[in-house]
Each structure stands twice: as C-alpha cells, then as structure tokens.
C-alpha cells in the first residue's frame, strides 16, 4: 500500500506540473496583466474597433486589462517603444522604417491603410498659391519623420523646389493653431486637423496623387517583439479585432462614420469622407503579393519600406537605411495568418 500510494503521488505531482508548464495560451498565467496600445487619432480600423468596444469584449473575454495612450506622431509612440512603456503602437510607416534603423525591437504585423486623400498639402485662400511654383519662399509645417513629411519632400523634390521653402516641424494641433493665426499659408497633414485646414484653404496635392507617381505611404502597427513572442495567439487575437473594425466599414460605412465621428469631434459625413480616403485592406488582402505577402514569400510592401528608408537616409533623417532583408524579416504576417485559422 506505501508502494502505490508513492507512486500514485509522483503520477499526479508529474500532471501537476505538467500543466503548469503546458497551460493553454488563454489561461490567466499565460498572459499579462495589463496591454498598452499606442494609437493614432485617425479614423481608421483601430478607431473602429476601439468606439464598437471591439477591444473591450476582447480584452474582457481574456480577463486582463488595457489602456489606449494617443500619440500625435509615430515619433512620440517610437519613444514610448523604445522604452518599453508601451505594447502595441499605431503609426506611419516612415516611423516604422526609423523604428526598424534605431533598433527599438518591434516588427510590423498590421497595414491600417493605405494613404490616399486623407493626408494632403493645403494651402490657404487668398494666399496666392495655386501651383507648386508659388511655395517658394513659403513657410510650410508638417509633423517631421511622418508620412506627411516623405510626400511633402518628394513633391518639392519632383518640383524642384526643395531647397526654396522653409520647412517647420509642428504637430497637427500646433499646425491647425498656426494657420488660424496666420503664421503659415501652407501646410501637409493628414485627417482630422487637415479637414479644420480647409475650411478657408484648398488641396493643392495629396498622397493618392503622390501613389500615382511611386511614393506610397501606409499607417502600420508594430508590437514589441518580446511580447509577441510571449503572446502570439493574443496578437493574432489583436489582428482579427482590427479587422472586424474593417469588416464593419466596409458592411456599413455610415455606422463606421457615426462610431468614430464623436471621439473625433468632426460629424458622421466629414469622418465618412475621411475615411473613403484611404484604402482599407482585408486580412486576405494584407497577406497579397502586394503588400504584406506571407511567411514564406515577403511582399511588395517591404520593397516598398526600403526604398522609403533609402530617401530617408539620403535625407539625414536616418544615419542609414536597413537592408532589403531586414526588411523582409521585420515584416512579420504571421499574426494575420493565425488570426484566419
């Protein structure tokens, strides 16, 4: 009777320890306390997803809690990475290009979407400016390192104007407060301040005219490496929730509109305006040859980033650009094929 009640014993201390060890990643041991997300106020999928309370059931279901931290510019989230104060960040592309040269240790997982008519150069009434030409010798504000910052100096670069105007690194709050005072007559930003621009302005370029020629912009999300490592099926749980935000635009793009209209503080038509500006990707698209690719075969979009990173170190905002196969490797679409099983 000792003997069996011995090796009885060692039997369950083994399956004890067994699970301990092989826990299901849904368990509470399995997962973090709290996840930060570094967010963009734009009206994107995220956007969707955060006012449907998308992220709340999920988050809810796992039994741990988040916290949304807005970032006016992928400089300010880059910062928060780099520190390790944050989990997921949403940001343009070019600041996933600088995340990826100064070595913060993210990866890129998610296209938000595509930059079209939602980020442009505005020019205000009665300033004169009704052509390229008419920069020069013109103050014009952008949010440096951005998305906004790369079209901009291609558009003056194909104009050959790039060393005839003042450059000013604003954030989009202090760009909206510098037009209405008349500081500047010019100005690349993208939605919701650059609708408050042209109230008493005009488009005079914008990216979708930009693509047309070759400069492709994106607002992309990366998440520290360590944590996705840690938790890929709560990033892979992560992805799917940003996608049924797209799915509920692309179902019903005025109930996406009235969602994200009120955190915005712009009405229903002027978010669904903003919103059609852009190029909203399905997971089954992200995973295409032209953007994200797969596992096994890198897509376009990583092409895409080194040429971008190669003007952006021709331009001194990096000390070099990464190579072609960092690129590969840094463009992760594993977390999107898990969220499709």
Same mark, same amino acid.
């Given at each position: 009777?000792?003997?069996?009640?011995?090796?009885?014993?060692?039997?369950?201390?083994?399956? %004890?320890?067994?699970?301990?060890?092989?826990?299901?990643?849904?368990?509470?041991?399995?997962?973090?306390?709290?996840?930060?997300?570094?967010?963009?106020?734009?009206?994107?999928?995220?956007?969707?997803?955060?006012?449907? @309370?998308?992220?709340?059931?999920?988050? !809810?279901?796992?039994?741990?809690?988040?916290?949304?931290?807005?970032?006016?510019?992928?400089?300010?989230?880059?910062?928060?990475?780099?520190?390790?104060?944050?989990?997921?960040?949403?940001?343009?592309?070019?600041n996933a290009i600088i995340a990826l040269a100064r070595?913060?240790?993210?990866?890129? %997982?998610?296209?938000?979407?595509?930059?079209?008519? %939602?980020?442009?150069?505005?020019?205000?009434?009665?300033?004169?400016?009704?052509?390229?030409?008419?920069?020069?010798?013109?103050?014009?504000?952008?949010?440096?390192?951005?998305?906004?910052?790369?079209?901009?100096?291609?558009?003056?670069?194909?104009?050959?104007?790039?060393?005839?105007?003042?450059?000013?690194?604003?954030?989009?709050?202090?760009?909206?407060?510098?037009?209405?005072?008349?500081?500047?007559?010019?100005?690349?930003?993208?939605?919701?301040?650059?609708?408050?621009l042209t109230k008493t302005g005009s488009i005079l370029?914008?990216?979708?005219?930009?693509?047309?020629?070759?400069?492709?912009?994106?607002?992309?999300?990366?998440?520290?490496?360590?944590?996705?490592?840690?938790?890929?099926?709560?990033?892979?749980?992560?992805?799917?929730?940003? !996608?049924?935000?797209?799915? %509920?635009?692309?179902?019903?793009?005025?109930?996406?509109? @009235?969602?994200?209209?009120?955190?915005?503080?712009?009405?229903?038509?002027?978010?669904?305006?903003?919103?059609?500006?852009?190029?909203?990707?399905?997971?089954?698209?992200?995973?295409?040859?032209?953007?994200?690719?797969? !596992?096994?075969?890198?897509?376009?979009?990583?092409?895409?980033?080194? @040429?971008?990173?190669?003007?952006?170190?021709?331009?001194?905002?990096?000390?070099?650009?990464? !190579?072609?196969?960092?690129?590969?490797?840094?463009?992760?679409?594993?977390?999107?094929?898990?969220?499709?099983?």
């Open positions: 009777m000792m003997k069996k009640g011995i090796l009885l014993f060692a039997a369950l201390l083994v399956c %004890i320890i067994g699970l301990a060890g092989c826990g299901s990643q849904n368990s509470s041991s399995d997962l973090p306390e709290e996840v930060k997300i570094g967010y963009l106020r734009v009206p994107n999928d995220e956007m969707v997803s955060k006012t449907k @309370d998308l992220f709340d059931a999920y988050f !809810s279901e796992l039994g741990i809690s988040y916290e949304f931290i807005i970032f006016d510019s992928g400089a300010e989230a880059n910062q928060a990475l780099a520190s390790g104060s944050i989990d997921f960040a949403s940001m343009g592309n070019t070595g913060i240790d993210v990866e890129m %997982i998610w296209i938000h979407e595509v930059l079209g008519e %939602i980020e442009g150069l505005a020019v205000k009434e009665g300033s004169g400016i009704m052509t390229a030409q008419d920069l020069v010798g013109q103050k014009i504000a952008t949010p440096f390192a951005s998305t906004s910052h790369y079209i901009l100096l291609n558009y003056l670069k194909e104009n050959g104007i790039a060393d005839q105007v003042e450059l000013l690194d604003m954030p989009t709050a202090d760009i909206v407060a510098a037009w209405e005072r008349g500081d500047i007559n010019a100005a690349y930003t993208w939605q919701p301040s650059l609708g408050e370029v914008d990216s979708a005219d930009m693509a047309e020629e070759g400069y492709i912009t994106a607002n992309v999300l990366l998440v520290q490496k360590e944590f996705s490592s840690n938790y890929p099926d709560l990033v892979a749980g992560f992805i799917k929730v940003l !996608s049924q935000g797209g799915d %509920i635009y692309r179902a019903d793009a005025q109930e996406a509109a @009235d969602s994200v209209a009120t955190e915005l503080a712009i009405t229903s038509d002027q978010a669904l305006s903003q919103m059609s500006g852009s190029i909203w990707l399905t997971p089954e698209e992200e995973l295409s040859e032209e953007y994200m690719g797969t !596992s096994d075969s890198p897509g376009h979009f990583a092409q895409i980033m080194k @040429d971008t990173a190669d003007f952006l170190a021709e331009q001194k905002s990096i000390d070099s650009a990464p !190579s072609q196969e960092a690129f590969n490797e840094y463009l992760n679409p594993l977390y999107i094929e898990m969220s499709l099983e």
